[in-house]
Nanobody, 123 residues
Framework: QLQASGGGSVQAGGSLTLSCAPS????MGWFRQAPGKERELVAV????????DYAASVKGRFTISRDNAQNTVYLQMNSLKPEDTALYYC??????????????????????WGQGTQVTVSS
């Protein structure tokens, strides 16, 4: 069971860091869902960490990373905007072995999901 944490309420321009544990030997991603909207990819990386992908709306502001010693994945969010307000989920790909450079942007290809952590950005 993935555990996500670090959400909160901040003003526009502020920063938050989300954490998700445990990470695994598979690709992992952060998704978000705002009220009335579909779940969307925020950031994803391969289990080697060498391949990453970001939603265009967060590129240059958010950074996905992992600490293998802590078995944790992070999402550093800077320059937050009101439109970043959403419930953020971390997710992990399948438990069977996947290539170190492989990742998927389709939420249906993720087998394990955290409970979500709320991020609220006020203007």
């Amino acid at each position: 069971q993935l555990q996500a944490s670090g959400g909160g309420s901040v003003q526009a321009g502020g920063s938050l860091t989300l954490s998700c544990a445990p990470s695994g030997r598979t690709y992992m991603g952060w998704f978000r869902q705002a009220p009335g909207k579909e779940r969307e990819l925020v950031a994803v990386f391969s289990w080697s960490g060498t391949k990453t992908d970001y939603a265009a709306s967060v590129k240059g502001r958010f950074t996905i990373s992992r600490d293998n010693a802590q078995n944790t994945v992070y999402l550093q969010m800077n320059s937050l905007k009101p439109e970043d307000t959403a419930l953020y989920y971390c997710a992990a790909g399948p438990s069977y072995s996947v290539g170190p450079l492989y990742y998927d942007t389709d939420p249906d290809k993720y087998d394990h999901w955290g409970q979500g952590t709320q991020v609220t950005v006020s203007s």
